[in-house]
T-cell receptor, first 115, second 109 residues
Framework: DTEVTQTPKHLVMGMTNKKSLKCEQHMGHRAMYWYKQKAKKPPELMFVYSYEKLSINESVPSRFSPECPNSSLLNLHLHALQPEDSALYLC??????????????FGPGTRLTVL | SQQGEEDPQALSIQEGENATMNCSYKTSINNLQWYRQNSGRGLVHLILIRSNEREKHSGRLRVTLDTSKKSSSLLITASRAADTASYFCAASGRRALTFGSGTRLQVQP
């Protein structure tokens, strides 16, 4: 199974809402990632978890709060977002993080619209 | 920004023709990867070339890497309409992948 799943596929939320994005993989990967992608732009790294510990936070605003409950799950909690946060949010996983530069497996993404 | 550049930004060809995309990056790398993204979907890994390799083939894909020029190219031979997508190079350094700006490929049937 080389699949990364993400839920929901689409999400519309107001600026005062609290919502969560979920990501799951069952490939035994120990590195998981959140990316943000705006239209016609490349993915931008937000967070990296390695062995369930946060290893990279690319200066992401605190209104985005990641969580890695176990090695298969990755959440992104959203609170008080701005309209400019509307984007495709991609989750990815790889065997390990760091020196090897592993292939990353991406989920289909959550299309987020903030009103 | 550590983001690399790709050219062309957009490419339109006829089915059966070859498509070449170029990528430049800024940092030293462990490897260089190419990904494909269909509109609004996740990225799919195509091929990885290590920093000590110069050329690699996989099916209809051919990738070259020139570390002295910090550049790579992706050649898709005998293109098909189903190859229509955006293609991103990704430079793999010590911390994370850094994606290039992408090439949007349109293959006309």
């Amino acid at each position: 199974d080389t699949e990364v799943t993400q839920t929901p596929k689409h999400l519309v939320m107001g600026m005062t809402n609290k919502k969560s994005l979920k990501c799951e993989q069952h490939m035994g990967h120990r590195a998981m990632y959140w990316y943000k992608q705006k239209a016609k732009k490349p993915p931008e790294l937000m967070f990296v978890y390695s062995y369930e510990k946060l290893s990279i936070n690319e200066s992401v605003p605190s209104r985005f709060s990641p969580e890695c409950p176990n090695s298969s799950l990755l959440n992104l909690h959203l609170h008080a977002l701005q309209p400019e946060d509307s984007a495709l949010y991609l989750c990815a996983s790889s065997q390990v993080w760091g020196l090897a530069g592993d292939t990353q497996y991406f989920g289909p993404g959550t299309r987020l619209t903030v009103l | 920004s550590q983001q690399g550049e790709e050219d062309p930004q957009a490419l339109s060809i006829q089915e059966g023709e070859n498509a070449t995309m170029n990528c430049s990056y800024k940092t030293s790398i462990n490897n260089l990867q190419w990904y494909r993204q269909n509109s609004g979907r996740g990225l799919v890994h195509l091929i990885l070339i290590r920093s000590n390799e110069r050329e690699k083939h996989s099916g209809r894909l051919r990738v070259t890497l020139d570390t002295s020029k910090k550049s790579s190219s992706l050649l898709i031979t005998a293109s098909r309409a189903a190859d229509t997508a955006s293609y991103f190079c990704a430079a793999s350094g010590r911390r994370a992948l850094t994606f290039g700006s992408g090439t949007r490929l349109q293959v006309q049937p």
